[in-house]
């Protein structure tokens, strides 16, 4: 029993540690966000360069919906199955 009770005492302090080091983490990384957006908002450009970010996004969403969204056929390439269809329809009558 007391082996077990070891384990459960180990493993609930490597979880209180590792939760620790978490927390320190997410500390650190708040610290530097809020570190940034201080320096961010002393700029002289801020409206500039929210402009060129709204842009860049635009782009960005663009070339993501580009790249997963169903693109329709080329117009040509349409005309010429349609064409196909037809002199096939013709030739089997």
Known sequence: MTHHGD???NLAEEVVTLL??????ALSGL?????SAN??????DLGEL?????DEAKARGRLFLDRHAGATPAHLEVLARTV???SR???AS
């Open 31 to 35: 610290s530097s966000a809020v570190g």
């Open 84 to 86: 196909g269809t037809h």
């Open 39 to 44: 320096n961010l908002l002393r700029r002289a």
């Open 20 to 25: 620790a080091g978490l927390a320190d983490l």
């Open 50 to 54: 929210l402009a060129d970010g709204q």
């Open 89 to 91: 329809e013709t030739t």
């Open 7 to 9: 384990r459960q005492a």
